[in-house]
């Protein structure tokens, strides 16, 4: 059964590059309530427990290092069918491939740097919010 919650972040390069109020207000035009918002910095060992699950891949280690190199807006989001929507709205992981008008396709420059992280399960946005905001920061 789909929820009505996401999680995402917006990733180091669109933060530095000041791009992190055009996504957001693109996220709320699309009719995304933000439940939770914070600017943090993570740490290359909790990039690392972010992506275990990625732990075994050739890109693993420039992947924590990217997403340690700077401050990230870590965010949930509630709206109805958010998963699937959201995935909809942030566009392909290769900005190349992105549909017009996604976020990727507006603000990625690469695979990696592609501005915007989304859940792709229910279950993954649950442990995902968890893993930013306790509890009680969810309202």
């Given at each position: 059964m789909a929820?009505?919650?996401?999680?995402?972040?917006?990733?180091?390069?669109a933060v530095a590059e000041g791009n992190s109020g055009?996504?957001?207000?693109?996220?709320?035009?699309?009719?995304?309530?933000?439940?939770?918002?914070k600017k943090t910095l993570l740490t290359k060992e909790r990039a690392g427990e972010f992506y275990a699950v990625h732990a075994e891949r050739p890109f693993y280690g420039e992947l924590c290092d990217y997403m340690s190199s700077g401050p990230i807006i870590p965010m949930i989001l509630e709206k109805e069918n958010a998963v699937l929507d959201f995935r909809t709205l942030i566009g392909a992981t290769n900005p190349a491939q992105a549909a017009?008008?996604?976020?990727?396709?507006?603000?990625?420059?690469?695979?990696?740097?592609?501005?915007?992280?989304?859940?792709?399960?229910?279950?993954n946005a649950a442990i995902e919010g968890f893993f930013f905001f306790a509890g009680v920061e969810q309202f």
């Open positions: 929820t009505n919650r996401t999680f995402t972040m917006i990733k180091p390069d055009a996504i957001i207000k693109m996220i709320e035009e699309a009719g995304f309530r933000i439940v939770a918002i017009e008008g996604t976020i990727r396709k507006v603000f990625a420059k690469s695979v990696q740097a592609n501005a915007i992280h989304g859940s792709d399960s229910d279950e």
